[in-house]
């Protein structure tokens, strides 16, 4: 079989899928999509409808025999599909400590899409570490370093939520949102609507609403129980109108926020929100805890940022506001104010 050069899109999260679907033109190389369980079964049948690619677990147990198991199948299944990719393929998402980023890393070019904040706090600068368990799985016998440092990330495409590191700085392209959708075709802006199922009627009544509540994955993370979660944003919404606002939820929360919060629009987990503000949905206030999503709404949005301190067991796991990296003067947000109870 005669090797294609592909763009590679590793698609954990519905953020790292639009900017990869903004970045990448559509006319230039073959894309091929390797999609996580973590995305909606809706998300990745449209996109394998449209594109090649590939469906994968990535769970893996913490012990026991599965464990292994379950590396040796998902690196039997990646290698398979990689025997079509020429050596000038280039890999494009968000390759974090992974045992298939660690196989796409040692074979191909690799750039990072931005996915939170990781890559201008750089937590973790490990150099390579040789792991014969994992190659003889069918794995790469490298764990690679992270966030940008290692020598074979080639670029890292960065929106400048706040400053970049000196480690990375050579490699970060600086992509601004708007402008790349605005270079889109009609036609290419309607495939990226239909992928994450965004209809006009839809974007009327999102007009409507007043303020955002970005909500965060408290339970799913083992951070708070789910009753603590749904009590903590119980209060924090007795301070607004509740069908004045609109609740996003975090991508990987399982929370049915419509039987709690009734009066309020629930939206789609699989929306991303910055493509709603690239579609003119505009609010006059986004109300969270320390969801940095708050921030890709401009300057002239009010922002109530009730940070860690709102609950001990957060403050006890991240500490104060002083750890969320966040240059508010840089991003020129004009914050509303900072609230604790």
Same mark, same amino acid.
């Given at each position: 079989?005669?090797?294609?050069?592909?763009?590679?899109?590793?698609?954990?999260?519905?953020?790292?899928?639009?900017?990869?679907?903004?970045?990448?033109?559509?006319?230039?190389?073959?894309?091929?999509?390797?999609?996580?369980?973590?995305?909606?079964?809706?998300?990745?049948?449209?996109?394998?409808?449209?594109?090649?690619?590939?469906?994968?677990?990535?769970?893996?147990?913490?012990?026991?025999? *599965?464990?292994?198991?379950? #590396?040796? +199948?998902?690196? @039997?299944?990646?290698?398979?599909?990689?025997? =079509? %990719?020429?050596?000038? /393929?280039?890999?494009?998402?968000?390759?974090?400590?992974?045992?298939?980023?660690?196989?796409?890393?040692?074979?191909?070019?690799?750039?990072?899409?931005?996915?939170?904040?990781?890559?201008?706090?750089? *937590?973790?600068?490990?150099? #390579?570490? +040789?792991?014969? @368990?994992?190659?003889?799985?069918?794995?790469? =016998? %490298?764990?690679?370093? /992270?966030?940008?440092?290692?020598?074979?990330?080639?670029?890292?495409?960065?929106?400048?939520?706040?400053?970049?590191?000196?480690?990375?700085?050579?490699?970060?392209?600086?992509?601004?949102?708007?402008?790349?959708?605005?270079?889109?075709?009609?036609?290419?802006?309607?495939?990226?609507?239909?992928?994450?199922? =965004?209809?006009?009627?839809?974007?009327?009544?999102?007009?409507?609403?007043?303020?955002?509540?970005?909500?965060?994955?408290?339970?799913?993370?083992?951070?708070?129980?789910?009753?603590?979660?749904?009590?903590?944003?119980?209060?924090?919404?007795?301070?607004?109108?509740?069908?004045?606002?609109?609740?996003?939820?975090?991508?990987?929360?399982?929370?049915?926020?419509?039987?709690?919060?009734?009066?309020?629009?629930?939206?789609?987990?699989?929306?991303?929100?910055?493509?709603?503000?690239?579609?003119?949905?505009?609010?006059?206030?986004?109300?969270?805890?320390?969801?940095?999503?708050?921030?890709?709404?401009?300057?002239?949005?009010?922002?109530?940022?009730?940070?860690?301190?709102?609950?001990?067991?957060?403050?006890?796991?991240?500490?104060?506001?002083?750890?969320?990296?966040?240059?508010?003067?840089?991003?020129?947000?004009?914050?509303?104010?900072?609230?604790?109870?």
């Amino acid at each position: 079989m005669k090797k294609k050069e592909y763009s590679v899109l590793y698609i954990k999260t519905i953020y790292t899928l639009f900017i990869g679907l903004l970045i990448l033109n559509r006319n230039k190389t073959k894309k091929y999509f390797i999609l996580n369980s973590s995305l909606s079964q809706e998300i990745k049948d449209k996109i394998l409808k449209k594109y090649e690619g590939i469906s994968i677990d990535e769970t893996i147990p913490l012990k026991g025999v *599965k464990k292994y198991w379950n #590396k040796f +199948i998902m690196a @039997k299944k990646i290698n398979k599909v990689i025997k =079509i %990719f020429s050596r000038n /393929s280039t890999v494009y998402g968000y390759l974090y400590k992974t045992f298939i980023g660690d196989i796409l890393k040692s074979k191909f070019k690799y750039c990072i899409l931005e996915d939170g904040l990781a890559n201008y706090e750089l *937590k973790s600068r490990n150099r #390579k570490k +040789i792991n014969f @368990k994992n190659f003889l799985l069918g794995g790469n =016998i %490298f764990e690679y370093q /992270s966030y940008g440092v290692d020598s074979e990330t080639e670029k890292i495409y960065l929106t400048g939520l706040t400053e970049i590191p000196k480690e990375i700085e050579n490699k970060v392209i600086l992509i601004n949102l708007k402008e790349l959708w605005n270079l889109k075709s009609e036609d290419e802006k309607n495939e990226i609507l239909e992928i994450f199922s =965004i209809y006009p009627s839809e974007i009327d009544v999102l007009k409507d609403g007043k303020n955002i509540l970005f909500t965060q994955p408290l339970s799913e993370d083992y951070i708070l129980s789910e009753n603590e979660k749904i009590e903590l944003y119980r209060k924090i919404m007795k301070n607004y109108s509740e069908k004045e606002v609109l609740i996003k939820p975090h991508p990987r929360e399982k929370t049915d926020y419509k039987k709690v919060f009734q009066k309020a629009t629930i939206l789609k987990r699989e929306t991303p929100f910055e493509l709603l503000v690239l579609l003119g949905v505009q609010f006059e206030k986004a109300i969270t805890i320390f969801s940095t999503a708050a921030f890709s709404l401009g300057k002239n949005i009010e922002i109530d940022f009730y940070g860690t301190e709102i609950h001990s067991k957060l403050y006890k796991r991240f500490g104060g506001l002083e750890n969320i990296k966040i240059e508010r003067k840089k991003l020129e947000v004009g914050f509303s104010k900072f609230l604790n109870f």
